[in-house]
């Protein structure tokens, strides 16, 4: 299963978003030092979800982290996180 994919379904399933994009830019960071050159490591998220409702941006941050802490131990070396409550403006 590709990297994409894993990351939907647990978002999918620990915030059960209202929309939920997932952008592969892995290839704008090739040949970085810090990049595994898998071409499934870098990935910017938008994720609206009510559980982000009275939350700060940092405590989002760390309910996103959380549902992908297997990914982030392993093959994912960096994530582009916008989270929002579903009354917020998109950025």
Do not use: W, Y
């Amino acid at each position: 299963m590709s990297a994409e994919k894993r990351l939907q379904e647990k978002l999918m399933i620990a915030l059960e978003p209202t929309r939920l994009d997932i952008i592969n830019e892995s290839d704008l960071h090739a040949g970085h030092r810090s990049s595994p050159g898998t071409g499934e490591s870098h990935f910017r998220i938008l994720v609206v979800s009510d559980k982000f409702r009275g939350l700060t941006r940092v405590a989002r941050h760390r309910l996103v982290n959380a549902a992908l802490a297997d990914e982030l131990a392993g093959r994912i070396h960096a994530l582009a996180l916008t989270t929002l409550a579903p009354d917020e403006p998109l950025p």
